[in-house]
C-alpha cells in the first residue's frame, strides 16, 4: 500500500474513532455526573474507576481533532488499524 493511500485509510480510522469516541464520552460523563450530583456512595474501588473513566474521558476529548492536527504517536496508532483493515481486504481481492 502506497503512503498517501495509507494516510487516507488511517484518517477515516481516526474519524470513525472520534464518532465512537464523542458518543462514549457523552454518556460516560452523564453517568458520572449522576454519580456526583447525587453523592452516590461508592466503595474505593468503585471510586479508582470513577476517576478512570473521568481521566479517560479528558483523554478522549484532547484527541477528537482533525487528524492532521494530532501528535505522531496517535497518528501511528490509526496507521496500525488502518494497515490492518487494508490487510483484510487485500486479501480479499
Known amino acids: ?29 452523564f453517568l458520572v455526573d449522576i454519580i456526583d450530583k447525587y453523592d452516590i456512595d461508592l466503595s474505593d474501588d468503585e471510586n479508582k474507576f470513577v476517576l478512570h473513566v473521568k481521566d479517560r474521558i479528558n483523554n478522549w476529548d484532547k484527541l477528537l481533532i482533525p487528524y492532521s492536527d494530532l501528535p505522531e504517536e496517535e497518528k501511528e496508532k490509526d496507521r496500525e488499524y488502518a494497515q490492518k483493515t487494508y490487510e483484510i481486504f487485500d486479501e480479499k481481492l
Do not use: F, G, K
Open 1 to 29: 500500500m502506497d503512503e498517501d493511500t495509507l494516510e487516507r485509510l488511517a484518517e477515516l480510522e481516526h474519524i470513525q474513532w472520534c464518532e465512537w469516541a464523542e458518543v462514549m464520552s457523552h454518556e460516560l460523563s
